[in-house]
């Protein structure tokens, strides 16, 4: 029989928030199973080696079809962005475009 899962609320800040549901949306996922991803990879102890993004390297096969032929400086540019509010991303859209 399938185990029940356990129901947690969480209070989150805003902007944590945003990142959850931007980091949901790029794997194509629920917020939900991001964050249990998220949580699974940090105790799972799978990576010894620490990144800024936390990116979970569940998915390092996707991300590597994302970045083809990215530059070192146009990932971390990406990564920057990522962790930008939607309206701060807006604005740099609007002042890009």
């Known amino acids: 029989m399938k185990e029940q899962p356990y129901k947690y609320m969480v209070r989150l800040p805003a902007h944590m928030r945003d990142l959850i549901a931007e980091s949901a949306r790029h794997y194509r996922r629920s917020m939900n199973s991001d964050i249990v991803a998220r949580l699974h990879e940090s ?3 799978l990576s010894d080696t620490p990144r800024d993004d936390f990116t979970p390297s569940l998915h390092a096969k996707f ?3 994302f970045r083809t032929g990215l530059t070192t400086q146009e990932e971390q540019l990406i990564r920057s962005y990522r962790r930008l509010s939607s309206v701060k991303r807006d604005a740099l859209q609007s002042l890009l475009g």
């Open 43 to 45: 105790f799972s102890g």
């Open 63 to 65: 991300e590597s079809l």
